[in-house]
């Protein structure tokens, strides 16, 4: 479906209430089983588990601040128009990629959520060199289908299904629909007809997508999880008292609740080789639930971590590294989350702000400020941001690192913990634009009527000027032909050659000042300016008018919209950063930590394909925000034109 290019429309984020919607539509679709209230009341009382909350749940199959949009392409040997729409969402630590597609009221897996989610449909195989057909766009046919019968239960006729080879068989390359029941086949030799149309598979358009421009991800050469036949039979020759129903509980964390009924595991081996480490489970349950104080201690050491951390590595800058303020959200997300130290998934959980006693970042912000740790302000709307931290303060200096797990944090054991990627300052973030010296210079092209002007100052109204250029040739020619009025300096006598050039009737003042004869110099020298072609030039850092082609026409601006979206949420545009040698790109990734908000990056309806203007779009009024982003990239912000297209023109 997806062997050419879509046409995808620009991506809207997805309501919080919508997302939770089509979440648990795919899990009644996908016949997944849901935490029960006796779960969730466990999870508040007892030891903590592997087990997903619901809300976990959700967040793994559609993460928080998933986008969406419209699309069409063509299918089938008619090539008939295919419409839908595409969720695009990133997973921690991951670029945003396209999750599940809708066409015709039905979602389907593309295989980044497969390759994370065993189990979440059936999984069929073939051999390897009929995969690689089928990743051109074949459907496969039932002779093609390898390793059964029998196949698995849940492979009837329209049921999603995935596909992998008998080389990788833990790994689906394939999504697609079944067009028969395949989970009744008794043979599959000297069978006729097609078993599965394709739908999507690594390598497609889909596949391709993301907004970076980047291209998509390798499968893994293997998942566990998903090949239960293999896990089965290492496990029997792994450990000979093992019974059959212990077999099929091994393999991962299933999504599919009628796979197996007994408790989920991450180890496809109760115990590990060559170790004496007692199973995940065991020792999970042997966890104490952490009381309040100590949620807040972690909270409090993982703050002074990411403090520490910063005054390591930037050793003599006065700000260690960081471009202050700094908004209440990139201080949690970049100087504390990645220093608490999370070990298990129940640790994930219960490592919570929400659990710590200040309850929400702006009272743990407002306590630290209180030790004299950090500086803070509030802002209109109720936002703190940190003014300035006091790195020479005993608790940040006489800090003493601990360890963090490396799977979670890279770097973590040498107090790395990726913290202050989002607010480093602007010579650290890889983006050439940050730190840029831009200027704005304005040319004149003379029309053909004032070349006997500029020939008398041995210039050519083919060449471009600069306004006070064009001033002193005028003054220059003004004092050859002794032009000045005799009784006012500031008059100037219209000879043939101004009057029929700069006063040919076009104004409805030519004929009065040619009837006097005299003009003042200013008005002369405005009017002669207002009859020249205009160009334009943006100069970065050591550019000079020589070195870059001006364009003509009148120097553009970056535009900066608020419009309504859903109802009432507010949304910042921002187009035409191009011209100021800005990549869009990491800007919007700026952007969205800065503001803490889903962003993305869209053609600009209406522009050229041939030179597209890209649009960025951020959620919520984030005037200040993208100045604040843009000044960093040496933009004025009288090149930035501000347009506010929401209802009562409520304004950041």
Not at 91 to 117: A, D, F, S
Not at 602 to 620: D, F, H, R, W
Not at 639 to 649: A, C, D, R, S
């Amino acid at each position: 479906m997806f062997k050419k290019k879509p046409n995808i429309k620009p991506l809207s984020p997805i309501r919080s209430s919508d997302r939770r919607k089509i979440a648990d539509q795919i899990i009644e679709d996908f016949d997944i089983e849901k935490p029960t209230a006796e779960a969730a009341e466990a999870e508040e009382h007892d030891p903590p588990s592997t087990n997903l909350t619901l809300g976990e749940l959700r967040n793994s199959l559609l993460p928080e601040g998933s986008l969406s949009a419209r699309f069409t392409t063509t299918a089938g040997p008619n090539l008939s128009q295919v419409s839908g729409t595409v969720y695009v969402g990133a997973h921690p630590g991951e670029e945003q990629r396209v999750l599940w597609i809708k066409t015709e009221e039905r979602l389907v897996p593309t295989v980044y959520t497969l390759w994370r989610h065993p189990q979440l449909v059936p999984l069929l195989h073939t051999q390897d060199f009929v995969l690689q057909k089928l990743r051109t766009g074949a459907d496969l046919m039932t002779p093609g289908l390898a390793r059964g019968p029998p196949f698995p239960p849940k492979a009837m006729k329209n049921a999603i299904v995935a596909i992998a080879s008998i080389e990788k068989p833990s790994v689906p390359r394939v999504v697609g629909e079944c067009d028969i029941d395949i989970a009744s086949l008794e043979r599959v030799q000297g069978a006729k007809g097609h078993a599965v149309r394709g739908h999507h598979w690594d390598g497609d358009e889909i596949w391709a997508w993301s907004q970076g421009g980047k291209s998509g991800i390798s499968p893994p050469d293997e998942i566990e999880g998903w090949d239960l036949n293999r896990d089965a039979g290492k496990l029997s020759k792994g450990v000979e008292d093992l019974s059959v129903d212990d077999q099929e509980d091994e393999g991962g964390v299933l999504l599919d609740s009628k796979a197996n009924e007994g408790p989920k595991r991450n180890v496809p081996n109760q115990f590990v080789d060559g170790e004496d480490a007692l199973p995940y489970e065991e020792v999970a349950t042997e966890e104490k639930e952490m009381s309040t104080k100590e949620i807040d201690e972690a909270f409090w050491n993982a703050f002074l971590y990411g403090a520490y951390n910063q005054r390591s590595n930037h050793k003599g800058d006065p700000h260690c590294g960081l471009n202050f303020p700094i908004p209440q959200s990139l201080v949690i997300s970049n100087l504390v989350l990645p220093y608490l130290p999370i070990w298990t998934p129940a640790q994930a959980t219960l490592l919570n702000i929400k659990k710590t006693s200040w309850k929400n970042a702006k009272k743990f912000i407002k306590a630290l400020d209180k030790q004299k740790i950090l500086k803070s302000k509030d802002r209109d709307g109720g936002e703190t941001v940190v003014l300035v931290i006091d790195f020479d303060n005993p608790s940040i200096e006489t800090f003493v690192p601990y360890k963090l797990p490396k799977k979670d944090t890279s770097g973590a054991e040498t107090g790395g913990g990726g913290g202050g990627a989002a607010i480093l300052a602007a010579s650290s973030s890889g983006d050439s634009s940050i730190g840029q010296r831009l200027s704005q210079i304005n040319l004149f092209r003379p029309k053909e009527q004032l070349s006997q002007v500029f020939e008398a100052s041995n210039a050519s109204v083919k060449h471009l000027y600069l306004s006070t250029e064009i001033r002193t040739i005028i003054s220059s020619y003004i004092e050859s032909e002794e032009l000045v009025s005799p009784s006012k300096k500031r008059l100037v006598k219209l000879n043939p050659v101004l009057a029929n050039a700069v006063f040919d009737g076009q104004s409805s003042i030519d004929g009065e000042v040619l009837a006097k004869g005299v003009v003042p110099r200013d008005a002369l020298i405005d009017r002669i300016l207002e009859s020249c072609l205009p160009f334009w030039a943006i100069l970065r850092n050591e550019e000079t008018r020589e070195t870059v082609k001006a364009k003509a026409g009148h120097a553009p601006k970056i535009h900066l919209t608020y419009e309504t979206r859903s109802g009432n949420k507010t949304v910042t545009k921002v187009s035409g950063v191009e011209v100021f040698h800005i990549n869009p790109q990491p800007l919007a990734d700026e952007l969205q930590k800065a503001c803490a908000s889903s962003t993305s990056v869209n053609q600009l309806a209406g522009s050229s394909p041939k030179n597209p203007i890209q649009e960025i779009m951020v959620q919520g009024p984030q005037k200040d925000a993208v100045f604040r982003a843009l000044e960093k990239r040496g933009v004025h912000r009288q090149w930035i034109e501000v347009l506010n297209k929401t209802k009562g023109h409520n304004k950041n």
